[in-house]
């Protein structure tokens, strides 16, 4: 049902009712990206470099 109602909104995005609600689905969009973006740059790192503390030697 969302995915028909995002679909409504972007065909008519033109429309004076549908420009704030278009905004919003393109912030949400963008949004989105840059989380993208960042979970795949910082996944690329070896694992070690995720845990730094993690080759200590306890007592």
Do not use: K, V
């Amino acid at each position: 049902m969302s995915l028909r109602a995002a679909l409504f909104i972007m065909l008519y995005r033109d429309g004076p009712m549908f420009r704030l609600p278009f905004a919003l689905l393109n912030s949400l969009i963008e949004i989105d990206a840059q989380l993208a973006t960042f979970r795949y740059r910082h996944l690329q790192s070896p694992a070690d470099d995720r845990h730094p503390g993690r080759d200590r030697h306890l007592p």
